[in-house]
């Protein structure tokens, strides 16, 4: 199962990035999606994530400026990071809970990650 991640790259502190990711579709349903992290010399952690439920979660170190948002119809969620700082360079992956219809299974998933680098 691969989670096909787009947007990235070099960002301007104060810029903005939109972040999207998309699930394969007909026999897997979300369960949860969004987005960690890992910068240079740190653990992976948790940015956003938005469950099936609408129901979001996210990091103190980006609320009010990062946005987790999801199309249904095409499988796919998208961050929306606004007010980028330097401390935000990082590998981003995309993450997915999935479950898989013909199998009644469930499965933890991960994007291949891009970098967001935060710089002038």
């Known amino acids: 199962v691969q989670l096909a991640e787009a947007g990235g790259g070099l960002v301007q502190p104060g810029g903005s990035r939109r972040r999207s990711c998309t699930a394969p579709?007909?026999?897997?349903?979300?369960?949860?999606m969004g987005w960690h992290r890992q910068g240079p010399g740190k653990p992976r952690e948790l940015v956003a994530t938005?469950?099936?439920?609408?129901?979001?979660n996210s990091a103190e170190s980006v609320k009010g400026r990062f946005t987790i948002s999801r199309d249904n119809a095409k499988n796919a969620v998208y961050l929306q990071m606004n007010s980028l700082k330097p401390e935000g360079t990082a590998v981003y992956y995309c993450?997915?809970?999935?479950?898989?219809?013909?199998?009644?299974?469930?499965?933890?998933?991960w994007g291949q990650g891009t970098q967001v680098t935060v710089s002038s």
């Open positions: 579709g007909s026999i897997f349903n979300i369960v949860s």
């Open positions: 993450y997915a809970r999935l479950y898989q219809t013909n199998r009644s299974t469930f499965g933890d998933y």
């Open positions: 938005l469950n099936s439920g609408h129901v979001t």
